[in-house]
């Protein structure tokens, strides 16, 4: 699809995120798993509830563009969560693990943090409120989970990895 102008910007970046947000529904479970630590798993798997109702939005961004809803792929989430997947696999110790997982989340996390905070923009410039609505309601749970990530690996995962 050809780029001419803010919507079709906007539309591929919709597609991005619908991508990305289901590339990231099938890893959750796998950081899960790996966990160590009972906080960093519930947080996890309420991620993994949010990230569905994220995708859900997603989906209801595409009606109001009247557009099947299908993504594209997102070379930048796929190298994120490889990353990801190389410190769960290589972590010898199981602090060290959870460690890397919340940093490895984190950039999850604030890749999706630009992404959204533009498509807000981007719909509000076109005119897209409910969009921008759906969107921004996106925005504030990847913010809420980042925060919520801080706080576990400053609380003591961080530490118990020293």
Not at 62 to 80: H, M, N, S
Not at 122 to 128: C, D, E
């Amino acid at each position: 699809m050809a780029m001419n102008n803010l919507k079709d910007l906007f539309v591929h970046f919709v597609r991005d995120m619908y991508y990305a947000e289901k590339q990231i529904l099938k890893t959750l479970p796998k950081m899960a798993k790996k966990a160590d630590s009972d906080q960093l798993r519930k947080a996890f798997e309420g991620h993994r509830e949010e990230t569905e109702g994220q995708i859900e939005n997603l989906e209801k961004v595409f009606e109001l563009l009247d557009l099947k809803p299908r993504g594209v792929t997102c070379e930048a989430i796929q190298g994120i969560l490889e990353e990801g997947k190389e410190i769960m696999e290589e972590a010898g110790d199981d602090d060290t693990r959870d460690a890397g997982m919340i940093a490895a989340a984190q950039a999850v996390e604030h890749y999706e943090m630009t992404r959204y905070g533009t498509m807000v923009a981007w719909a509000k410039r076109l005119g897209m409120a409910d969009a921008a609505k759906l969107l921004q309601a996106n925005l504030d749970q990847e913010y809420a989970a980042d925060t919520k990530l801080s706080k576990l690996a400053e609380g003591g995962l961080n530490k118990q990895a020293a």
